[in-house]
């Protein structure tokens, strides 16, 4: 019931992209996005990509949204 993000790098070795993907798919209404070349870094890899799917995400949540 909780709107949800997950977000996961293509080269995370900690967390497998597979595992990111697995994550989503148990969370009902999950939204999921796998950054290619990224790794368990990737806040700091791709800090414009990031805040954009989060921007995106928290703008389709009604009392979020703008």
């Given at each position: 019931?909780?709107?949800t993000l997950v977000l996961g790098g293509d080269k995370d070795f900690?967390?497998?992209?597979?595992?990111?993907r697995e994550m989503a798919e148990q969370i009902p209404?999950?939204?999921?996005?796998i950054l290619p070349r990224a790794?368990?870094?990737a806040p700091l890899e791709?800090?414009?990509k990031i805040i954009a799917y989060i921007?995106?995400?928290?703008s389709t949540i009604p009392?979020?949204?703008s």
């Open positions: 019931k909780v709107p900690i967390t497998p992209a597979q595992c990111s209404g999950a939204v999921c996005h790794s368990h870094y791709c800090p414009g921007d995106e995400f928290l009392a979020l949204g």
